[in-house]
């Protein structure tokens, strides 16, 4: 899942389980993946202030593209338009900062906030992996946070997915 709101991204896992169910197979949570832009630093002010100028710049700027971009001829199915059209979110360039974050757009704060909110995806939504767009604003900045999550937040869900530390590659718990 990409740039789409936490809720959506429970819906649409759930289904996933469900069509999976019907036809015999229980889907591995390695097989959920969410793509979101995370913004960890020493607070969760300074977290904010670094999202609000840089994880903005990818919804205002960076997806920036005319409506039928969005949803190309073919890219979904009659019924998934006709949702989509009658429950029409906003656009990437329409969200505000407290959207974002709200929505479940964006993961930014202290490394314990961070670790709570991905806990969301790990626990809740039996999410396996996760994929982040790190941006500090800088080369510098960006190593710093990546650094600061690795040591900071990352642990914490490796513990938990019984990744063999020797072998650096994760097993299902």
């Excluded at 890219?75 to 360039?93: C, D, G, I, Q």
């Amino acid at each position: 899942m990409v740039f789409t709101p936490i809720k959506r991204i429970a819906q649409i896992y759930a289904g996933y389980r469900e069509a999976c169910e019907r036809h015999g197979y229980t889907a591995s949570r390695y097989q959920l993946t969410v793509n979101l832009p995370i913004v960890v630093a020493e607070t969760d002010a300074k977290a904010e202030a670094i999202a609000r100028q840089n994880a903005l710049w990818v919804y205002h700027v960076g997806l920036r593209m005319r409506s039928p971009f969005y949803q190309p001829p073919g890219y979904t199915t009659e019924p998934s338009l006709r949702r989509v059209l009658a429950n029409r979110p906003k656009l990437p360039t329409e969200l505000t900062f407290e959207d974002l974050e709200e929505g479940g757009y964006i993961i930014c704060g202290s490394p314990a906030t961070v670790r709570d909110k991905l806990r969301v995806f790990a626990d809740e939504l039996q999410a396996g992996i996760v994929c982040s767009g790190m941006n500090g604003g800088s080369h510098e900045r960006t190593l710093e946070m990546m650094e600061l999550f690795a040591r900071e937040v990352m642990p914490h869900f490796r513990e938990d997915a019984g990744v063999d530390e020797t072998a650096g590659v994760g097993r299902p718990a």
